[in-house]
């Protein structure tokens, strides 16, 4: 089993920084791609920033400049780091990979629990 456990949320002020950190645990060959989703309330869940093994990255466009997504493949832990931060991003963020458990097997989303991050006007 892989289990995805993040830590990191809060309350902040408008303008404020946060870094959620997740950590992958288990029995698995290789995670392909980590990412970050948020769901706010009454909404959808969305897709903040995604990051593959070599490090190439891609954002949405409402935290492009401001969010910064990273990983340590031999943690294998994905970060964000949360810059300028907005009541807008105020939401539940999800920590998602895509881990093929053996070198043969197909790959699988996992999912963590969810973080809260509260921005504060």
């Known amino acids: 089993q892989v289990q995805l456990v993040e830590s990191g949320g809060g309350l902040v002020q408008s303008g404020g920084s946060l870094r959620l950190s997740c950590a992958a645990s288990?029995?698995?060959?290789?995670?392909?791609?980590m990412a970050w989703y948020r769901q706010a309330p009454g909404k959808e869940r969305e897709l903040v920033a995604k990051?593959?093994?070599?490090?190439?990255?891609n954002y949405a466009d409402s935290v492009k400049g401001r969010f910064t997504i990273s990983r340590d493949n031999a943690k294998n832990t994905v970060y964000l780091q949360m810059n300028s931060l907005k009541p807008e991003d105020t939401a539940d963020y999800y920590c998602?990979?895509?881990?093929?458990?053996?070198?043969?097997?197909?790959?699988?989303?996992?999912w963590g629990q969810g973080t809260q991050v509260t921005v504060s006007s």
């Open positions: 998602n990979a895509v881990v093929q458990r053996t070198y043969s097997s197909p790959r699988f989303n996992y």
């Open positions: 288990g029995s698995f060959f290789s995670i392909n791609l």
């Open positions: 990051i593959i093994t070599g490090g190439a990255a």
